[in-house]
Nanobody, 122 residues
């Protein structure tokens, strides 16, 4: 039974930092692609960042230079380091994973977490 569990979401002031974690379990195979999506109130889900087993990363333009995605395969955990947070980063952040290298970027991740709330406000 594959599970993805996000953690690390919190209330933070503008300019602050958070690190989100996504712990995976129950999979016999290595997830070739993983990533983070977010959904803000009244907005559609958007891709934040993706990472492959080769550590090739992509980012949405809105977070480039501020967010860093990484994964620790030994710990079956993916991270999203978020710096210089802005109010517009407020959203529920979801982790997703897939055995195919391109599916997460395409929005077709097989597995999803329940989300963790990030609120950036003064």
């Amino acid at each position: 039974q594959v599970q993805l569990v996000e953690s690390g979401g919190s209330l933070v002031q503008p300019g602050g930092s958070l690190r989100l974690s996504c712990l995976t379990s129950g999979s016999r195979y290595r997830f070739q692609s993983m990533g983070w999506y977010r959904q803000a109130p009244g907005k559609e889900r958007e891709l934040v960042a993706t990472i492959t087993t080769g550590d090739s990363a992509t980012y949405a333009d809105s977070v480039k230079g501020r967010f860093t995605i990484s994964r620790d395969n030994a710990k079956n955990t993916m991270y999203l380091q978020m710096n210089s947070l802005k109010p517009e980063d407020t959203a529920v952040y979801y982790c997703t994973a897939d055995p195919k290298i391109s599916d997460v970027a395409a929005g077709r991740g097989d597995y999803w977490g329940q989300g963790t709330q990030v609120t950036v406000s003064s």
